[in-house]
């Protein structure tokens, strides 16, 4: 079974930057659809970003142009560049499959955006 494992979010002022990772180990992810998700405060967990395994990469709107999913196959990890913080992107990230395979979630990563 994959495990995942976010790093990266802190706390940052609005307009700044931020670049969470995301390793997985026990499958090699390069050969899946993976997202990016955030759950924010009194929200559900929805995904932001999705990067297929054929390489092209699909936004929610309200990050599109902001934010940008990558991957590394030598290492097993995945990446989420974000610019341009604002504070409603307050939340906890997470990375998994997309569609979900099973596997569990990670603690997730908090990024909380000041004003």
């Known amino acids: 079974q994959v495990q995942f494992v976010e790093s990266g979010g802190g706390l940052v002022q609005s307009g700044g930057s931020l670049r969470l990772s995301c390793a997985a180990s026990?499958?090699?992810?390069?050969?899946?659809?993976t997202a990016w998700y955030r759950q924010g405060p009194g929200k559900q967990r929805e995904w932001i970003a999705i990067i297929k395994a054929s390489g092209p990469t699909t936004y929610v709107d309200p990050v599109k142009g902001r934010f940008s999913v990558s991957r590394d196959h030598v290492k097993n990890e995945m990446y989420l560049q974000m610019l341009n913080l604002k504070p409603e992107d307050t939340a906890i990230y997470y990375c998994n499959f997309i569609p979900l395979r099973g596997s569990g979630w990670g603690q997730g990563t908090q990024v909380t955006v000041s004003t």
């Open positions: 026990g499958r090699n992810i390069s050969k899946y659809d």
